[in-house]
C-alpha cells in the first residue's frame, strides 16, 4: 500500500514535529521507520510520475503540471511508453492494482470521454481507479470518475472527499482479496488533501480554534523544538531564516492575524482529518490476513507546502493562477466561511514556510529542501525489526519502484508491451530495511522546477533559487545565467542554513558544471520559467479536441465535459444559443454552465426567468436577469458575448436575448484571461461540481426539456507575446 498526501511540509504533522495531529503516521513511524532524507521534485504532476515510473521528472516528460504542458520532450506531459509504470508491471507479475485519489498525469487533453483513455489510470496499468483527473479538487462538491464513467453526485448532506476516498479504498481491497486471498496487491492512495482548496468539516475545524494564534514564527521555534527532541532533526540542526519576502508575524494588524491564525486552523483540520481517514484504510489492510507480509509506505506530500495562497491568503486559488493578487481586507468578510462550500481557500505563504520547518522555502522551490523534502514512513512488520528506526540516507521519489521491484522479486523489464524502456533512473534502497548505517547509494540527484535549480553530490548541494512562489507573473527576458547559487554541506548542516559558496567557489562550480550535464541527460533543456501563462491552453498550442473549430453543438445529458475539450471562450467574443421548450412559466434549471465556483459563467431559468451569470474567479459574479418569464412553448435562447479586445481579461458586453428581443443587457469591466476554473468543466441540463453561484441547490436540473446548445467563438485575436499577456492578465488587479 501506497499513500501519497498532497502539499505538505516537512514541519507539518506532529510525527516530524509539527503541530498537526498524525496518530496513524505515529502508530506506523512506531513499528516500521522514519526517513528524514527523503525527496520529491517540489510538484505535484513531476513527482507521481517519477514515483510511478522510477524515472527522473523530465524523462518522464513532466517537468510540470499537465496544464502547463508545452512542446519539449521533457515539458509535453505525455508519459512515453517506454517509461512503464510500476501498476503495469505489478499488474503483468500477478498483482491485483488500484489507484484511488489524484491522477494527475493524464493529458488535460485527454480526459474527456472521448478519449483516448490509454493515458487514464487504467491505461498505465491499475486495474481500478476512483478519483480525479486534475491537480486539485473541489472536497465538497468533487467531479469524480470511476474507471471512466463520471460518479453521479452524492446526496449525503454530509460528504467530504477525503472520507469518500478512504471507503473506496477499504471497499476495493477487501473485495479483491475476498475473491482472490491468494493473489497480491498494489493499492495507490492519493488524497487531495491537503492541497487547495482548505476544505473540512465544521467538526473538525472547531478543535483546532486558537491552537495557532501565537502565529508562524513562533510556529517555526516551536517545531524544531521538537524536531529535535523526536529525533528527526539533528541537535545541532539551525532554524533558517524566513524567506525572502514574507512578513514578520509582529508586523501584522490584529485583523490579519485572527484572519490567518483562522486559515491555519483551516488547514490543520483538513491535514488531521485526511491521517484519520488513512488510519481507516490502513486498519482494513492489517485485519486481512498476512498483514504482517504487507508493506505499508506512507509519504507525507509530492512536494513541500504550498505558498500559492499569496502574502495575503487566498479565497480563490484559481485568482493565483489567472494571475490577480488578493486582499486580506476582502478574504477577512468570508472568516467564518473558510473551509465550507462557498470557497476555494488557501492559508498565505508564510504559514507554508512554516509548515516547511526547519527548511528555506516551499513547493515549487525545487532549489531547496523547503520544497523537496517530505516525511515518509515504511512499516512492513515481517521484515523491518528496527521498530521506530530513523534512516537519513539521501534517497528521492525515483528510488521508491526499484526498490519495491527488489523486495517484490520483479526484474524491471527491459522491454513491456513490444517497447523497450528506459532504463530505471532511480536506486533501491532496500538495505536500509535492515541495517540504518548502509551507505545511500545515491550519490547524486539533479533538481529542476521552474528554473529553480540543485544539485546534490556526495554530501554537498548546490542550489539556485530563480522566482518566490507567490509571483504568478514572471518577465520574459530573465536570465537564468545570472542566477545567484549558493552551496551547502549537509554534513553539519541538515537545514541549509549556511550558504558556503564564497569560501568554496571552486566546489561550487563542479556542481554548477554537473548541473548541466543531468540536465542534458535527463531532457531538462531548453529552461522553461513562464508562469500563469502556461496554464493557457491556446496561447501555448496545446492539443485539443476542438482543433480549429469555432462552433460546438452540445445535448442534455453533456456533463463533467473537462475545460480542455471545450471551446476556448476566454479573450474574445462568442454567442451561446440554446433551444428549450417549456411546458409552463415556472420552469427552472441550469441550461448551460462552465466552470463553478472558482470561475466561469452559467446560462439558467429561475421562475420561468432566464439568467446569465458571469463569476470572474469568485470576486465578482455578475448576473443578468430578464424581468419576466418566458411563458410554455419554444424558445431560442442567446446570450452574446462582445469582447472589447485589445488583449487577455479585457472588458465585455454581455447580451441576452429570446425570439429576437432583448431580455437583458450590461458590462463585464474585466474577464477571466487564463482559465476559468481548476477542476470543472461544461454540463448540460444540470450543474455537476460546484454551483457558478449560491442561488440555487444542485445539482439544479432543468425542469424543460433542451433540444441542443450551440457555443459559437468568433476568430481569435493575434497572439500576444508571453510577457505581454501575462502583463495584460495581471493589469486589472493593479
Known sequence: MLILLDDVGFGQFETFGGGVPSPTMERLA??????????????????????????????????????????????????????????????????????????????TWETSAAGPFDRWANGLGFDYFYGFNAGDMNHWNPILFENRDLVPASEDPEYHLTEDLAERAITWVRKVKSIAPDKPYFLYVAPGATHAPHQAPQKWIDRFKGKFDTGWDAYREATIQRQKARGVVPDDTELTVRSKGLPAWDTLNDDQKRLYARMMEVFAAYGAQVDAAMGRVIDAVKALPDA??????????????????????????????????????????????????????????????????????????????????????????????????????????????????????????????????????????AATFDDGSAASKRRTQYFELGVNRGLYHDGWMASAPSFVPWQPVRPEDWDPDQQVWELYKLDGDFSQARDLADRHPEKLRELQDMWW???????????????????????????????????????????????????????????ITAGIELTD??????????????????????????????????????????????????????????????????GATITVSAGGGKLASGRLERTVPIQFSLGEGLDIGMDVGSPIDFTYQLPFKFTGRIEKVTVEIDAPAAKASAAGAEAEAAEPAA
Open 30 to 107: 512506531k513499528e516500521g521507520l522514519r526517513y528524514n532524507y527523503f525527496h520529491t521534485t517540489a510538484l505535484c504532476s513531476p513527482t507521481r510520475a517519477a514515483l510511478i515510473t522510477g524515472r527522473n521528472h523530465h524523462s518522464a516528460s513532466f517537468a510540470g503540471i499537465t496544464e502547463l504542458a508545452t512542446g519539449y520532450d521533457g515539458y509535453c506531459c505525455i508519459l512515453p511508453r517506454n517509461c512503464g509504470t510500476i501498476g503495469e508491471v505489478l499488474r503483468q507479475n500477478g498483482y491485483m492494482t488500484a489507484w484511488i485519489g489524484k491522477n494527475h498525469n493524464t493529458p
Open 292 to 429: 504482517d507480509n504487507t508493506i505499508i509506505i506512507y509519504i507525507a506530500g509530492d512536494n513541500g507546502s504550498s505558498a500559492e495562497g499569496g502574502l495575503e491568503g487566498s479565497l480563490c486559488e484559481n485568482m493565483f493562477f489567472n494571475g490577480f493578487p488578493e486582499k486580506w481586507e476582502d478574504n477577512l468578510k468570508a472568516i467564518d466561511e473558510l473551509g465550507g462550500p462557498k470557497h476555494f481557500n488557501h492559508f498565505p505563504s508564510a504559514w507554508a514556510h512554516a509548515m516547511n520547518t526547519p527548511f528555506q522555502w516551499t513547493k515549487q522551490v525545487a532549489s531547496h529542501f523547503g520544497g523537496t523534502r517530505n516525511p515518509m514512513i515504511i512499516s512492513w512488520p515481517d521484515r523491518i525489526k528496527d521498530a521506530g528506526g530513523l534512516r537519513d540516507q539521501f534517497i528521492h521519489t525515483i528510488d521508491i519502484v526499484p526498490t519495491l521491484y527488489e523486495v517484490c522479486g520483479v526484474t524491471a523489464p527491459s522491454e513491456l508491451n513490444g517497447i523497450q524502456q528506459k532504463p530505471i533512473e532511480g536506486v533501491s534502497f
Open 517 to 575: 550535464v543531468e540536465a542534458a541527460k535527463y531532457n531538462v533543456l531548453p529552461l522553461d520559467w513562464r508562469a500563469t501563462i502556461r496554464m493557457n491552453a491556446e496561447a501555448m498550442g496545446r492539443p485539443s479536441m476542438v482543433g480549429d473549430r469555432t462552433s460546438a453543438t452540445y445535448y442534455e445529458g453533456m456533463i463533467g465535459l473537462p475545460d480542455a475539450a471545450c471551446l476556448p471562450m476566454l479573450n474574445k467574443s462568442w454567442t
Open 585 to 650: 412559466d415556472k420552469a427552472e434549471g441550469m441550461i448551460i454552465t462552465h466552470g463553478g465556483l472558482e470561475g466561469g459563467y452559467g446560462l439558467y431559468l429561475r421562475e420561468g426567468k432566464p439568467v446569465f451569470v458571469y463569476n470572474f474567479l469568485s470576486v465578482e459574479r455578475t448576473t443578468f436577469a430578464a424581468e419576466a418569464p418566458l411563458g410554455a412553448g419554444r424558445h431560442q435562447l442567446v446570450v452574446r458575448h462582445d469582447y472589447d479586445g485589445g488583449g487577455m481579461g479585457k
